[in-house]
């Protein structure tokens, strides 16, 4: 079965990096487009970046433009997320997702806080 | 940048039927889809391209997509329906998602 499983979040003070990743398994990860999605605490989902099957093509969201790069190694079925220069407004639960291009599955998630 | 707009919440009697809307400007145009989450879940793909079912959603679970407005309608609604329900939508090649409608059923 699918299965996608986020790691590497965790507390970080404005203005440092994290780098989250989203192993894959279960599935052919190299046919698929992946997403990163993230919730802040109470908030409805929005939205991160979207990276295409072979990783030649990727797309942020505004928010986070010029901050954050989506990568994948396919030889490694994973998914990253390089987050630099962060801000409070960052922390949330971050979610990757199997692109289908509807999000047929999820994983449950790593905790980014981004506090002083 | 393109929007989606959801009711904040939507109360049901368990058994009767629950409709909940999403708008966007011409959104017929596209596909729409939506997705359920309870408290401290993951997200989950319940209705995709505003009428199809993926296996496992309980047949109650229908959509429809016309004009602006994409609805997701749950037939006699069960107790374990009650979740937070997000509609979302391509727009060129950047993703967007409603607010959120918090569904209760009484």
């Known amino acids: 079965q699918v299965q996608l499983v986020e790691s590497g979040g965790g507390v970080v003070q404005p203005g440092r990096s994290l780098r989250l990743s989203c192993a894959a398994s279960?599935?052919?990860?190299?046919?698929?487009?992946m997403v990163w999605v993230r919730q802040a605490p109470g908030k409805g989902l929005e939205w991160v970046s979207l990276?295409?099957?072979?990783?030649?093509?990727?797309h942020y969201a505004d928010s986070v433009k010029g901050r954050f790069t989506i990568s994948r190694d396919n030889s490694k079925n994973t998914l990253f997320l390089q987050m630099n220069s962060l801000r409070v407004e960052d922390t949330a639960a971050y979610y990757c997702?199997?692109?289908?291009?509807?999000?047929?599955?999820w994983g449950q998630g790593t905790l980014v806080a981004v506090s002083s | 940048s393109y929007e989606l707009t959801q009711p904040p919440s939507v109360s049901v009697s368990a058994g009767q039927t629950a409709s909940i809307t999403c708008s966007g400007d011409?959104?017929?145009?596209?596909?729409a889809c939506w997705y359920q989450q309870k408290p401290g879940q993951s997200p989950v793909l319940v209705m995709y391209?505003?009428?199809k079912r993926p296996s496992g959603i309980p047949e109650r679970f229908s959509g429809s997509n016309s004009g602006n407005t994409a609805t997701l309608t749950i037939s006699g609604t069960q107790a374990m329906d009650e979740a937070d329900y997000y509609c979302q939508a391509w727009d060129s090649s950047t993703v967007v998602f409603g607010g959120g409608t918090k569904l209760t059923v009484l």
């Open positions: 997702a199997r692109s289908t291009p509807n999000f047929d599955s």
């Open positions: 011409k959104l017929g145009d596209k596909y």
């Open positions: 391209q505003d009428s």
């Open positions: 990276i295409s099957y072979d990783g030649g093509n990727k």
């Open positions: 279960g599935f052919t990860f190299s046919s698929y487009a």
